[in-house]
């Protein structure tokens, strides 16, 4: 959904018009330079939370402000239970469960389709 917002079509037609091994390739691209307003949000986290450490009495707050005490909202991301090395590249246990999901499903389209 975010990738089909980002380059300005539906999902629909991103998966009618997008080849598999391009689909991969905004995957990785992703995991290392993610965009969006998910990101934009945790860009403004971190800066309240520094202006909010900057002024913080240690006397009467001693423990630091959390991140999270700044959230608006909240992604439910699952951390990756393992990772993958692909070309010196490091690959979530997530993503790899997400290539191999539509691996199969492409394998299947295209047999119903022959």
Do not use: Y
Request: aromatic fraction near 8%; proline fraction near 5%; hydrophobic fraction near 40%.
């Amino acid at each position: 959904m975010d990738l089909a917002a980002h380059l300005g079509m539906t999902v629909h037609r991103l998966r009618a018009e997008m080849p598999w091994r391009e689909l991969l390739f905004w995957r990785l691209k992703w995991q290392t330079d993610p965009w969006g307003e998910h990101r934009a949000d945790l860009r403004m986290e971190r800066i309240c939370q520094t202006l909010a450490e900057i002024n913080r009495d240690r006397v009467k707050h001693p423990e630091p402000v959390k991140l999270d005490a700044f959230a608006l909202f909240r992604r439910d991301e699952p951390e990756p239970e393992s990772e993958t090395r692909v070309r010196g590249a490091t690959i979530s246990g997530a993503t790899v469960a997400w290539l191999d999901a539509m691996a199969r499903r492409t394998a299947k389209e295209q047999s119903n389709g022959a």
